[in-house]
């Protein structure tokens, strides 16, 4: 007989590899959860794991389970938000993004969720790749990347552009590559790609490759990325997103630069399961904030 909580035990095992950890995140006993593998091996009539001590192999058979239970419960997640796809101001909105863009898409999503009590907002924040393994497993329903995304399973869309900002500290006088060079550059997630596209589009006649910047750093959240620079340790490259919610705005300053270059943010979600209505309502409402910000 077909029984969804085994499945949900056998992911569950999968992911942490361990009939204790699992029989923990459950709240069950130990005895439970392999009773519940035991049931379903019997209902699929394939040995799904193989036991090398306390450590656990899949079968072929249990690699094709798990990829099968993934799927099946990432359908039922996005057929039960999707009960409510047509209310505006309720219902569950669970979406992620890299931490550049959830500096400001966060905190916009958290305001209107004060003015709608009954909007909840579940945000995750993510590396690219991550995203739309997320989406594809079914525990994000819609996700905001840097980066286009080709998947069959996925759809992906230009959603939103912002200016990316060369940023160096408030009393750095100098404005040529070489000055930039002598400073050295501090990079993060992304960084080294923004950086190339802006300066290649600036100084064209004399950049070649960031490989001939001295690095002085590196760090993995962008929120802080313009802590080194206010300290005079270097410049970075970051949206105008980052910039404008940065505490050391004051300490820092943007170059002014002749060619403005665009970093391009993507919409992404699972193909055949069309954004609810709540979804398209806050993205535009963003992107509407963010233009008024600009005339400001």
Not at 3 to 18: D, H, K, M, P, W
Not at 144 to 159: F, G, N, Q, R, S
Not at 169 to 195: E, K, Q, R, V
Request: charged share 20%; glycine share 8%.
């Amino acid at each position: 007989m077909f029984n969804a909580q085994y499945f949900r035990t056998y992911i569950t095992l999968v992911e942490t590899g361990s009939f204790t950890r699992t029989a923990k995140r459950l709240e069950m006993t130990q005895p439970g959860v392999s009773q519940h593998i035991r049931k379903l091996e019997t209902y699929l009539g394939k040995a799904l794991i193989e036991r090398q001590g306390r450590r656990i192999t899949l079968t072929e058979a249990g690699r094709r389970a798990y990829d099968y239970a993934l799927k099946l419960f990432a359908e039922h997640e996005q057929f039960r938000h999707g009960l409510d796809d047509d209310l505006l101001d309720s219902g569950e909105c669970r979406i992620a993004s890299p931490g550049s863009v959830g500096l400001m898409l966060y905190p916009y999503f958290l305001g209107q969720q004060q003015m709608q009590p009954n909007l909840i907002v579940n945000y995750s924040f993510a590396f690219n790749h991550e995203i739309s393994t997320d989406l594809l497993n079914g525990r994000h329903d819609i996700g905001i990347v840097t980066e286009a995304v080709k998947h069959p399973d996925l759809v992906c869309d230009v959603w939103h552009q912002e200016p990316l900002c060369l940023v160096v500290p408030a009393d750095f006088a100098g404005n040529t590559l070489s000055d930039l060079m002598g400073l050295g550059f501090i990079n993060y997630y992304d960084g080294i790609n923004h950086a190339s596209a802006l300066l290649n589009a600036n100084y064209a006649d004399e950049f070649r490759s960031m490989s001939h910047f001295r690095h002085q750093g590196f760090t993995n959240e962008v929120g802080m990325v313009l802590d080194a620079v206010a300290r005079g340790l270097g410049f970075t490259v970051v949206s105008r997103l980052v910039l404008d919610t940065s505490p050391w705005q004051r300490q820092v300053k943007a170059l002014a630069l002749s060619q403005d270059v665009d970093e391009v943010l993507f919409c992404v979600y699972r193909a055949g399961a069309p954004l609810a209505k709540r979804y398209a309502r806050l993205l535009e409402g963003f992107k509407e904030q963010r233009r008024i910000d600009k005339q400001v």
